[in-house]
């Protein structure tokens, strides 16, 4: 195998990068599948003829079916010299069509358009002919199910029983944004009501059709079915629409008002409990405590007495079974009262007593803990799961733990030998049995150790642990514990910062070096310096991500490191005790959000649904009227968001309907696929699915009129929920030679009265105010508001910092009105009197530029008369292009070049005699400034110097002269503080007495 894999990837390494990561699975499936082909022996003729067909269609992409083929053919060619007649393997075939948006199984498009005009646009008059009213009412009813269906994205006509089952008081009730949700733990899934959903629910639960509803809801949806198909349909339509089953109506009713392509990609998402979805879309903290964990006490392992190996416990095992099969049989309900169970358990405890190798040690006593107290997630298991358990961890102990020496060996050849155990379960769901036997045997002292976050599994649809913390809180945590603190904690909110907002797993952050950090380039790049956990995971996380403030601690902690480790390579974070800090800060976020399940992790599961939503905004070009609570933070405002979008341009990799949200949020997160992210990672997706596929619902007037009906004051709430459709909508219809669609319905064989035209009007609703009317009508609900926390006031007088006098200047020279300008930056303008510089900073250029308005902030206080004579020397050399030829000039330079925080430089000067006295005078200065010298020969005699350092690739270079334009007016502004406001006392002044020598 490692031969073949060696040679195979020799032969393509020119092949394109995801054409090479195919090469392993296509040699694996002919080593399962085929391994005579790999063999010395001489094959058949038709032997790789054969293969081929199969081997092509298990390919998923073209770049996998591209490297099938390659490796047929390398196969062959090698194969054929003890093979003469050997045929060559068929040209590759194209791969297999996609899915298609509507297949074959979803109802034909006509009957779904058809059907919901008569959902949005019912007939003139209800109910049946010759049927009774209360089937009538149940034909109404099952519409305005429908309509809840249609309106909220519900698919599973299993989900719609079970909304109707739950009562009034599990729902949960928003009033800014207005809005109705509910989770189904059963279901695993979450339901979103709009509007008209929460209308019709708040109209709905206190009438008596309400009990029908909850216990038959599929009847309702039937007879009202019936009366479409028999009352305003030709016979030869309804004996078409008769045959279509309540299921395949509910699936496909809102197949066109969905977004299809996001229907079909994120269709899948791990919901949030309801106590962190009510703290991340309104900012309550309600208690959210971890779920309880069961187990047998941990005790020590005893030391194996003549029992070395698994198998020599083979009788052993299938007592164990027998055991349990028994009790399946005598006890199939499971009942825990019964005798049989306890005297099961009692059989079970005894076999854990008998002397055995250690590893069935292991599995036995964690099948004994299940079968005593359940797992995490359920109380009790099933006789029949814990035998599916014991096979797979039989098949496990088997592969990775054949002899009693394997825990002997150190932890990165135990985890390697874990490793491959989990590689020989196709099945995500036995490898994820495994891990949680894995982790039950971590509790145990003496075993080897063994980080599980290293070991790579295939994705599941396993349930997790989802958690999700709003922006807006995590800062005002991270704000709140650093206040006061010294450097460690400092550094701790920083790591914590990095989890937060650039998704970095805690050994990454922890490893992280500070060279891998350019601000130049705006990339925080993961390495594969240390072994990581996929090959994914060296990748390249673009600065633009995260948010200003968090950059320029991040500069910091990065100059910090350069001065410790005298201006050499460093980690970012070292000397300090980490297992502390995370605990103390972990503690005080728990407290704090009131979640006794968060842990660090969790930051990185938030990242991950902070830069969906933020991608997906600008995607789909999305504008919320109004915000959770979650989206009130300047990560989703439009500056930030105006910078990704430049940055991802400039990358190459434009914003667009089509832009591959998962998969480039999967490639940052440094997962194996998009699959994995979606399945366990992003949290939001239901409500942001919703969001963007909302389309506005128009509606009959009488419908909207009866669901408001509570009072005498229905036709004044009508004037303020329903809104008419312009006359010229109606006509455009006409014009273009079609049935208008927003008139009122025409019904073949509708003979009955029809009521008003007024009333069979059709018009599009005002959410906000009907959802204000469904939400204070709703008993019983759990109703919450947005927080909205007050803005922080920003004094009158106030020294601003330099970032913050740069936006200003920028502000002015847009042509701001004075009004948007603070009071001291206009009284230093009207003084002020040369032009204001204008200084434009790319996406690309902004990591540089924070980390240069950070170097000057914190040496500004410090600055000497001769470090800003520097600037101005620097100022006027570059202006002038030429090289800086007097000693004193060059001295000037480097002062300034220290003022900008400019570091690790390399100054090139040149001459005739790199020995002579002024040659060696030069390279003191500059080396007593802590840059380095690059001598660069020349048949001049002078000594001379570059004003740009030596290969210096500093992106803010060409915009040098505008920079000290700003900093040179950032002084002037500084000084005139006094004069502006003599209350003032700024410590940005120069103190008295420091002479320009200082």
């Given at each position: 195998m490692r031969d073949w894999l060696a040679y195979f990837e020799s032969r393509l390494a020119l092949e394109p990068r995801r054409v090479r990561e195919a090469i392993p699975d296509a040699l694996a499936w002919l080593t399962q599948h085929a391994p005579k082909t790999l063999g010395a022996a001489p094959l058949p003729d038709s032997a790789l003829a054969r293969v081929a067909g199969k081997l092509y269609r298990t390919a998923t992409t073209r770049d996998a079916l591209t490297a099938y083929h390659q490796v047929l053919l390398l196969l062959w060619e090698q194969q054929v010299l003890n093979s003469p007649s050997l045929r060559q393997p068929e040209v590759w075939r194209p791969l297999p069509p996609d899915t298609p948006t509507v297949a074959q199984y979803h109802l034909p498009v006509g009957w779904v358009e058809r059907l919901t005009a008569d959902l949005l646009r019912p007939p003139v008059s209800n109910g049946f002919v010759g049927h009774d009213a209360q089937q009538a009412d149940a034909a109404t009813c099952g519409r305005w199910l429908l309509v809840v269906a249609w309106e909220s994205g519900v698919e599973s006509l299993a989900i719609?029983?079970?909304?109707?089952?739950?009562?009034?008081?599990?729902?949960?009730?928003?009033?800014?944004?207005?809005?109705?949700?509910?989770?189904?733990?059963?279901?695993?899934?979450?339901?979103?009501?709009?509007?008209?959903?929460?209308?019709?629910?708040?109209?709905?639960?206190?009438?008596?059709?309400?009990?029908?509803?909850?216990?038959?809801?599929?009847?309702?949806?039937?007879?009202?079915?019936?009366?479409?198909?028999?009352?305003?349909?030709?016979?030869?339509?309804?004996?078409?629409?008769?045959?279509?089953?309540?299921?395949?109506?509910v699936r496909d009713i809102g197949l066109l008002a969905r977004s299809i392509g996001l229907r079909g990609i994120w269709a899948s998402y791990t919901p949030l409990p309801d106590p962190v979805m009510i703290r991340s879309f309104t900012g309550h903290c309600l208690p959210v405590s971890a779920p309880k964990s069961h187990g047998l006490p941990i005790m020590p392992l005893p030391a194996t007495e003549g029992r070395a190996t698994f198998l020599q416990d083979a009788e052993l095992h299938r007592q164990l079974r027998a055991c349990l099969s028994e009790y399946q049989r005598v006890n199939p309900q499971d009942r825990r009262q019964r005798r049989s169970y306890r005297q099961a358990q009692q059989q079970l405890m005894a076999l854990a007593q008998q002397p055995m190798s250690r590893a069935s040690l292991l599995a036995v006593r964690w099948l004994v803990a299940l079968f005593t107290h359940g797992s995490a997630w359920k109380a009790k298991l099933a006789a029949s799961t814990l035998l599916t358990y014991h096979s797979s961890l039989t098949r496990f102990i088997k592969t990775?733990?054949?002899?009693?020496?394997?825990?002997?060996?150190?932890?990165?050849?135990?985890?390697?030998?874990?490793?491959?155990?989990?590689?020989?379960?196709?099945?995500?769901?036995?490898?994820?049995?495994?891990?949680?036997?894995?982790?039950?045997?971590?509790?145990?002292?003496?075993?080897?150790?063994?980080?599980?976050?290293?070991?790579?599994?295939?994705?599941?649809?396993?349930?997790?642990?989802?958690?999700?913390?709003?922006?807006?809180?995590?800062?005002?945590?991270?704000?709140?514990?650093?206040?006061?603190?010294?450097?460690f904690e400092q550094q701790i909110v920083l790591f914590m910062q990095l989890?937060?907002?650039?998704?970095?797993?805690?050994?990454?952050?922890?490893?992280?070096?500070?060279?891998?950090?350019?601000?130049?380039?705006?990339?925080l790049y993961i390495t594969p310096d240390k072994r990581?956990?996929?090959?994914?995971?060296?990748?390249?996380?673009?600065?633009?991500?995260?948010?200003?403030?968090?950059?320029?601690?991040?500069?910091?902690?990065?100059?910090?490191?350069?001065?410790?480790?005298?201006?050499?390579?460093?980690?970012?974070?070292?000397?300090?005790?980490?297992?502390?800090?995370?605990?103390?800060?972990?503690?005080?976020?728990?407290?704090?959000?009131?979640?006794?399940?968060?842990?660090?992790?969790?930051?990185?599961?938030?990242?991950?649904?902070?830069?969906?939503?933020?991608?997906?905004?600008?995607?789909?070009?999305?504008?919320?009227?109004?915000?959770?609570?979650?989206?009130?933070?300047?990560?989703?405002?439009?500056?930030?968001?105006?910078?990704?979008?430049?940055?991802?341009?400039?990358?190459?990799?434009?914003?667009?309907?089509?832009?591959?949200?998962?998969?480039?949020?999967?490639?940052?997160?440094?997962?194996?696929?998009?699959?994995?992210?979606?399945?366990?990672y992003l949290h939001l997706l239901d409500w942001l699915v919703l969001q963007l596929s909302a389309t506005p619902c128009r509606l009959v007037k009488r419908d909207v009129r009866q669901w408001i009906a509570s009072s005498n004051y229905s036709f004044e709430l009508q004037k303020q929920v329903f809104v008419n459709l312009p006359t010229r909508e109606v006509d455009a219809c006409r014009t273009a030679g079609s049935e208008p669609r927003f008139t009122e319905p025409h019904y073949i064989e509708d003979n009955r009265r029809a009521l008003p035209q007024s009333d069979n009007k059709v018009g599009e609703i005002v959410p906000d105010a009907l959802l204000s009317i469904a939400v204070k009508r709703l008993v019983g609900c759990r109703r919450f508001t947005v927080i909205d926390k007050?803005?922080?006031?920003?004094?009158?007088?106030?020294?601003?910092?330099?970032?913050?006098?740069?936006?200003?200047?920028?502000?002015?020279?847009?042509?701001?009105?004075?009004?948007?300008?603070?009071?001291?930056?206009?009284?230093?303008?009207?003084?002020?009197?040369?032009?204001?510089?204008?200084?434009?900073?790319?996406?690309?250029?902004q990591p540089a530029w924070l980390r240069l308005c950070q170097s000057l902030e914190g040496a500004w206080p410090f600055r000497t008369r001769l470090a800003l004579r520097g600037l101005s020397t620097l100022y006027h050399c570059y202006r002038r292009g030429e090289p800086i030829t007097a000693i004193r000039n060059l001295n000037r330079v480097l002062y300034g070049y220290r003022l900008l925080g400019l570091q690790g430089l390399t100054m090139a000067i040149s001459g005739h005699d790199r020995q002579s006295a002024t040659a060696r005078t030069w390279r003191r200065v500059i080396e007593r400034h802590g840059y380095?010298?690059?001598?660069?020969?020349?048949?001049?005699?002078?000594?001379?110097?570059a004003v740009k350092p030596y290969r210096f690739a500093w992106p803010l270079w060409s915009a040098m002269p505008a920079i000290l334009d700003l900093v040179m007016a950032y002084e002037d502004y500084c000084r005139s503080l006094p004069q502006i406001s003599p209350s003032l006392k700024p410590g940005l002044l120069l103190p008295s007495g420091q002479n320009e020598h200082d």
């Open positions: 719609l029983k079970a909304m109707c089952q739950v009562p009034v008081s599990e729902w949960v009730g928003f009033q800014s944004p207005a809005a109705l949700s509910l989770y189904l733990p059963d279901e695993a899934t979450r339901i979103w009501l709009g509007p008209v959903g929460s209308a019709l629910l708040s109209y709905l639960s206190p009438q008596p059709i309400w009990a029908t509803l909850k216990r038959h809801p599929e009847a309702c949806i039937t007879a009202w079915l019936e009366q479409v198909t028999q009352c305003y349909v030709v016979p030869w339509e309804g004996k078409q629409l008769a045959g279509i089953r309540i299921s395949e109506l990775a733990w054949p002899e009693e020496a394997v825990f002997a060996l150190p932890a990165e050849a135990f985890t390697a030998c874990c490793q491959s155990g989990l590689a020989s379960f196709e099945q995500a769901e036995s490898q994820y049995t495994v891990l949680r036997f894995l982790q039950f045997c971590q509790r145990h002292p003496g075993m080897p150790t063994l980080d599980l976050e290293e070991l790579t599994v295939l994705s599941a649809q396993g349930r997790v642990r989802a958690n999700y913390l709003a922006p807006a809180d995590f800062d005002e945590v991270c704000l709140r514990f650093a206040r006061g603190k010294g450097r989890c937060y907002y650039a998704g970095l797993r805690e050994d990454e952050a922890l490893s992280l070096q500070c060279q891998a950090i350019s601000f130049d380039t705006g990339i990581r956990k996929t090959p994914h995971a060296v990748r390249k996380i673009p600065l633009a991500l995260l948010p200003p403030s968090v950059v320029k601690a991040l500069s910091a902690q990065c100059d910090a490191q350069w001065i410790r480790h005298a201006a050499k390579p460093a980690p970012l974070f070292d000397d300090w005790h980490y297992a502390s800090l995370e605990t103390q800060f972990i503690n005080f976020l728990r407290e704090a959000m009131n979640d006794t399940t968060l842990v660090t992790h969790s930051l990185r599961h938030s990242c991950a649904n902070n830069w969906t939503v933020m991608l997906s905004m600008l995607a789909f070009d999305y504008h919320p009227v109004s915000r959770p609570y979650f989206l009130r933070h300047a990560l989703f405002e439009s500056a930030q968001l105006g910078g990704i979008r430049a940055m991802l341009a400039a990358l190459g990799s434009p914003v667009s309907l089509y832009f591959p949200v998962l998969e480039w949020v999967s490639e940052r997160l440094g997962h194996a696929g998009p699959a994995t992210t979606l399945t366990i007050p803005p922080v006031p920003v004094a009158k007088n106030t020294v601003l910092s330099f970032s913050l006098f740069a936006l200003e200047v920028r502000n002015a020279c847009q042509g701001s009105a004075d009004r948007d300008l603070l009071p001291c930056f206009l009284a230093w303008l009207q003084q002020y009197e040369k032009a204001l510089p204008l200084l434009t900073v790319t996406a690309r250029h380095q010298v690059e001598w660069i020969s020349s048949e001049r005699k002078r000594v001379s110097a």
